[in-house]
Each structure stands twice: as C-alpha cells, then as structure tokens.
C-alpha cells in the first residue's frame, strides 16, 4: 500500500495490484481527491489489508473514459463492478 495522501493531483487511470494481478482499474480527474474517499478502498483493505499497491498513468481528461475501457478490457480486475467499455460501444 502507498502513502494515498502523497498521490499528486493529475487527470489519471489508476490500477490497483495485488499478487502482480491488476484487481481494480479506475479513472480520475484528480487522482490525490479520488483517493481520499473511495468508495473501493475499505473492500480492498478488507479483502487484501495492506497488501497491495496503486499505480497510475497521467491521461488527458478527455481520454480518460477510453483509456480507462481499454485497460479494463486488458486485465479484467475482479473488483471493478462494472465494465466501462459497455459505454463506448467497443464490442
């Protein structure tokens, strides 16, 4: 787990790893307030404690829904509840 309050404040898709498997992909305008009150991290805590990591790739917001289907698609995180591409049509 890192230090959420040191995330910087960037437009970013962000992952979410444990056991070197992606178990969540997101999205986010600012990523440091994403973070301070995600609706996924008490989950993650309480499935995988402190035993996880989160990285990120700095996106333009208008990108940011693509990027975000895309990675989806790519590593099918178990924790996310909804598929994202469903919303661009990329079938």
Known sequence: MIDLSS?????????VW???????VGQAINLKK??????ILPKILHK????WTLDWIEIA?????RAEAFA???FQPELNQKDPSELLGLD
């Open 72 to 74: 989806y698609r790519y």
């Open 61 to 65: 917001p208008s990108n940011l829904n």
């Open 34 to 39: 994403r973070w301070q009150n995600h609706h």
């Open 48 to 51: 995988y404690g402190t035993d």
């Open 18 to 24: 444990h056991d070197n498997r992606v178990i969540y």
């Open 7 to 15: 995330l910087p404040q960037i437009s970013a898709i962000y992952r």
